[in-house]
Structures are given as C-alpha cells and as structure tokens.
C-alpha cells in the first residue's frame, strides 16, 4: 500500500517561489532515496533532483542548480522542492518517487504529480 501525494503546486510568476511537498506512507521511508521528476507539455519525463535516505547527499539537474533544493524530513515521512526563481521553462507536472537505498536502477514507486505553471 505505498503511496506517494505531491501537493503545493500552483500559479507562479517568473522570478517567484514554490515548496513542493511529498507525503510517503506504506514504506520504510528512512531507508529509500527520494527523487523529483517533471514532465512539462510534449516533453518527456525529466529528472530534477533527488536526496540520499539521510538526507546527506543530494544531486540536481544542471537546469536547476542553484535555483531548486531537495531536503526531507523523515520523521515525518515527507521530501520537498524548494524552487526558487522560477523560469517559464519549468513549467511541468512535478512527480516525487522514491527507489530504495543503495539501489541505482529504476525508481519503485511515483506519486501522481502537482501542476506547476511559471508565467512570464
């Protein structure tokens, strides 16, 4: 019974913020690797960012570097995006998934994703 819920996506203006939260339940949250993908219109899903089951290690798209961070709380059971000065570009459905740790192959499981729309 995993399940993944994105929630905190909306309406932005360029320049603007938004934290992006993930609730995780029916895992051993503290032991999986916690991951953001997008997928913005005609395009394919990309990866964003991801943080390592303590939360030391995090690794970012260089599209978003310096801009977005990843950090989690786990004794809440939950992962966020802070996106900061926000681009058009990111305009996407932002999905979190989670993989378990040390694994490196495909994620094991995805949320349903949150509208994200940056205007110009």
């Known amino acids: 019974q995993v399940q993944l819920v994105e929630s905190g996506g909306g309406m932005v203006q360029a320049g603007g913020s938004l934290r992006l939260s993930c609730a995780a339940s029916g895992l051993t949250f503290s032991t999986y690797t916690m991951g953001w993908f997008r997928r913005a219109p005609g395009k394919e899903r990309e990866f964003v960012g991801s943080?390592?089951?303590?939360?030391?290690?995090?690794y970012y798209a260089d599209s978003v570097k310096g801009r977005f961070t990843v950090s989690r709380e786990n004794a809440k059971n939950t992962v966020y995006l802070q996106m900061s000065s926000l681009k058009p570009e990111d305009t996407a459905v932002y999905y979190c998934?989670?993989?378990?740790?040390?694994?490196?192959?495909?994620?094991?499981?995805w949320g349903q994703g949150t509208q994200v729309t940056v205007s110009s």
């Open positions: 943080i390592s089951y303590r939360g030391g290690s995090t």
């Open positions: 998934a989670a993989r378990r740790s040390p694994d490196r192959g495909p994620y094991d499981y």
